[in-house]
Nanobody, 117 residues
Framework: QVQVVESGGGLVQPGGSLRLSCASSWNSFIFKSTTMGWYRQAPGKQRELVARITGRDNTNYVDSVKGRFTISRDNAKKTVYLQMDSLKPEDTAVYYC?????????WGQGTQVTVST
């Protein structure tokens, strides 16, 4: 089964930055043509798509993170990144990566991001 491993989360003060990584076990040929997304789930809320990137590096962001977050990918490493700048307390959540749209029920363990003083 294809797996992903998210990392890079942590505790950061408002205005700070974090870079998340998502390493996948996808077949390289399939990975480079797969649209990948970063999702997040805050306590008591539904999981939401934050950003996505196509195999051709076209990107799309939810309005709340536009201008602050940047999604990128390294197909040779089968890894997707999320650079998060100017973090706000409302960005606090568990962040996950997956394909877009999500197929199946698999999710990785996620990585916790906490923005707080």
């Amino acid at each position: 089964q294809v797996q992903v491993v998210e990392s890079g989360g942590g505790l950061v003060q408002p205005g700070g930055s974090l870079r998340l990584s998502c390493a996948s076990s996808w077949n390289s040929f399939i990975f480079k043509s797969t649209t990948m997304g970063w999702y997040r789930q805050a306590p008591g809320k539904q999981r939401e798509l934050v950003a996505r990137i196509t195999g051709r590096d076209n990107t799309n962001y939810v309005d709340s993170v536009k201008g602050r977050f940047t999604i990128s990918r390294d197909n040779a490493k089968k890894t997707v990144y999320l650079q998060m700048d100017s973090l706000k307390p409302e960005d606090t959540a568990v962040y996950y990566c997956n394909n877009f749209p999500v197929t199946g029920n698999y999710w990785g363990q996620g990585t916790q991001v906490t923005v707080s003083t």
